[in-house]
């Protein structure tokens, strides 16, 4: 009877564990085929966030004494405070995990407001070559000298594009008072 047991609980466990591990293998497929199919949306922005300004842009992040671990993948992030929302900018290397401007170039601008509902809005500067040197960044249907805004975070790509006039309306007259200084 003991026995009979023993081997019940064993077949009760075997499958259990077969569930679980078909149940993981399973999500697993799931994800891998959303993270292959679906890229996130992104619109161009190039009038409305010039070359010019984001290089001017950069460059006062750069400046700063401010810089932040903005994500796992790198650290020592260039930073600017605005008091209301901060900017980040990501190497376009990820061998570059701290940042050094001697490395690469900065192609990820991100603008953070934790009291807003949308609390991310990530800008990607696309220059010449980029697309020929296949940078890990690009999404399928960029293309080279453009500046894109892309919904990562799945925010609604409209939405984003009537938030953000806000940011560079306020990022720009900085650069404007900056500049007088």
């Known amino acids: 009877m003991a026995l009979a047991r ?3 609980i064993g077949k009760v466990v075997m499958i259990f564990l077969f569930s679980i591990s078909e149940l993981s293998f399973n999500s697993y497929q799931s994800m891998k085929n ?6 996130p949306k992104f619109v161009e922005i190039t009038e409305m966030l010039s070359f010019y300004d984001f290089e001017k842009i950069k460059h006062m992040a750069l400046d700063s004494d401010c810089s932040f671990i903005f994500r796992s993948i790198d650290s020592n992030n260039p ?3 605005f008091g209301n929302f901060k900017i980040y900018f990501g190497a376009d290397d990820s ?12 192609n990820e601008l ?11 809005y990530k800008i990607i500067i696309v220059r010449k070559g980029d697309i020929a040197a296949r940078k890990n960044w690009l999404w399928n249907g960029m293309e080279d000298n453009k ?11 409209d939405k984003l594009v009537k938030g953000l006039p806000l940011y560079l309306d306020i990022i720009k007259k900085s650069l404007a008072v900056n500049k007088k200084e």
Do not use: A, H, M, W
């Open 95 to 106: 061998r570059n995990i701290n940042n050094d401007p001697n490395i690469s170039d900065f």
């Open 110 to 120: 991100t603008i953070y407001d934790t009291n807003s509902r949308i609390q991310y």
């Open 34 to 39: 959303i993270k292959e199919n679906q890229s």
């Open 79 to 81: 930073c600017y405070d």
């Open 147 to 157: 500046i894109y805004l892309v919904d990562t975070y799945e925010k609604g790509i």
């Open 6 to 8: 023993i081997k019940l």
